[in-house]
């Protein structure tokens, strides 16, 4: 991190807030070029300071994150988070039937697996592939999702701090990762960003509308081709 360091004094690093602010217009342009190329983000940040903003800020951008605790293996096995997404429905749509059949006790096992679940899995419901790119808080603990994005080639944009390692780390934003203030400034920059891009780009920032305007275009396809094989007949 010494290359991102201003000067130290009595033992305090000064992070250089030039490099910084260049570094934030960088990561502005790194996440339009996500949202062009119609790629899902994914916000991680799991420490108390982060985790109301994290939420807060990929809601208000439509994306995908992850603020109560890194599940191992939901970049590199997604197909088994996948199923734990499942096992979550199920459990709302028997409880959502008004738990027939089933007695007090299991009823009440059902809604604390819900909570469980639903705590651990409600950044990331709908995300049926990896993402496009994923925004870290604080590298140095999120080292497994870090690690995960590297195998799979999913660049990291993250918030640096002075005692993280910043080599694993495609895109660095040198800041005081502790403080909610520097937080916040930066994730909602991002944000903005991303809102930005996909109004240019006339895409809502609701994921769900996005997910039902895609399966609406596959639909229209499908009916394109029966229009020409009933043509061709």
């Not at 960088?26 to 903003?53: D, H, P, Y």
């Not at 997604?78 to 409880?95: D, F, G, M, Q, Y």
């Not at 409600?122 to 925004?135: E, F, N, Q």
Request: proline content about 3%.
């Amino acid at each position: 991190m010494k290359r991102y360091i201003f000067e130290e004094r009595n033992g305090i690093y000064i992070i250089d807030l030039a490099k910084t602010m260049q570094q934030i217009r960088n990561g502005m342009q790194v996440v339009q070029e996500i949202a062009a190329k119609r790629k899902s983000i994914l916000f991680v940040g799991t420490k108390k300071q982060a985790k109301s903003v994290v939420r807060e800020c990929a809601e208000q951008c439509g994306e995908f994150y992850m603020c109560e605790r890194w599940l191992g293996g939901t970049l590199t096995n997604l197909t088994t988070i996948r199923n734990s997404v499942k096992t979550l429905e199920r459990i709302e749509k028997r409880i959502a039937t008004g738990g027939e059949g089933f007695t007090k006790k299991e009823l009440s096992l059902l809604s604390k697996d819900q909570i469980k679940l639903n705590r651990n899995l409600s950044g990331i419901r709908a995300m049926r592939k990896p993402p496009g790119l994923v925004i870290v808080v604080d590298p140095s603990r999120e080292h497994i999702a870090v690690a995960e994005a590297n195998k799979l080639g999913i660049p990291v944009l993250a918030l640096v701090d002075t005692n993280c390692d910043p080599d694993p780390i495609d895109h660095v934003i040198a800041c005081n990762d502790d403080a909610l203030k520097s937080i916040k400034l930066i994730l909602q920059a991002l944000a903005q960003a991303v809102i930005d891009k996909k109004n240019d780009l006339l895409v809502s920032v609701t994921k769900g509308d996005k997910d039902a305007e895609e399966a609406g275009s596959e639909e229209d396809d499908e009916e394109e081709v029966s229009k020409e094989g009933s043509d061709e007949s």
